[in-house]
Antibody, heavy 127, light 112 residues
Framework: QLQLQESGPGLLKPSGTLSLTCTVS??????????WGWIRQPPGKGLEWIGN???????YYNPSLKSRVTISVDTSKTQFSLKLSSVTAADTAVYYC???????????????????WGQGTLVTVSS | NFMLTQPHSVSESPGKTVTISCTGS????????VQWYQQRPGSAPTTVIY?????PSGVPDRFSGSIDSSSNSASLTISGLKTEDEADYYC???????????FGGGTKLTVL
């Protein structure tokens, strides 16, 4: 059974860089059938897509975060990671990682179903 | 940009049927698949419907999904409501024009 687990600091200061890792167990991160994604949820608010990565390193990012986001993958460690720079209080959220299915849509991968999700980790930005 | 709009909240009594809508802002919602996620307080989202109308194993057949092209909307219907169905529900799809994933704002379902 595939499982994902987020890890990283729970508290950081404004202007710093958020760094989280998602460890995948019970399955291969190098599967050609899936992307791997990050989603966040501010307290009391809805879900926001951050971005996705393929095992080869190909990425897609939310345009509203693209200038501050980097997602990378380490297949040898079955991990993928999120870096978000220049954080503010608005970046305070529960951060989730998930596996993402996709299908071909006119030559591009149409990102599809997020499942399963990790349990999530709360990151608070505060001075 | 493509957006998905959901009602903020819905409520219904146990045993009844409720439908939650998810309306696309532009284009055709039928162009890409729609997923529905259930999120209980303090927990990660879990899938109740994927690819418009497919149920993952373990999800009861009380949950069903559909697409209505005429209203450019997707719907999640839950029949025989149980108190355990009380949760937030999110629809999600893909914007082919911008290669972005899109989530609806979420609907809080109250079963009372």
């Amino acid at each position: 059974q595939l499982q994902l687990q987020e890890s990283g600091p729970g508290l950081l200061k404004p202007s710093g860089t958020l760094s989280l890792t998602c460890t995948v167990s019970g399955g291969s991160i190098s599967s050609s059938n899936y992307y791997w994604g990050w989603i966040r949820q501010p307290p009391g608010k809805g879900l926001e897509w951050i971005g996705n990565i393929y095992y080869s390193g190909s990425t897609y990012y939310n345009p509203s975060l693209k200038s501050r986001v980097t997602i990378s993958v380490d297949t040898s460690k079955t991990q993928f990671s999120l870096k978000l720079s220049s954080v503010t209080a608005a970046d305070t959220a529960v951060y989730y990682c998930a596996r993402v299915s996709y299908y071909d849509s006119t030559g591009y991968p149409a990102l599809n179903w997020f499942d399963p999700w990790g349990q999530g980790t709360l990151v608070t930005v505060s001075s | 940009n493509f957006m998905l709009t959901q009602p903020h909240s819905v409520s219904e009594s146990p045993g009844k049927t409720v439908t939650i809508s998810c309306t696309g802002s532009s284009g055709s919602i039928a162009s890409n698949y729609v997923q529905w996620y259930q999120q209980r307080p303090g927990s990660a989202p879990t899938t109740v419907i994927y690819e418009d109308n497919q149920r993952p194993s373990g999800v009861p057949d009380r949950f069903s999904g559909s697409i209505d092209s005429s209203s450019n909307s997707a719907s999640l219907t839950i029949s025989g409501l149980k108190t355990e169905d009380e949760a937030d529900y999110y629809c999600q799809s893909y914007d082919s024009s911008n290669h972005d994933v899109v989530f609806g704002g979420g609907t809080k379902l109250t079963v009372l």
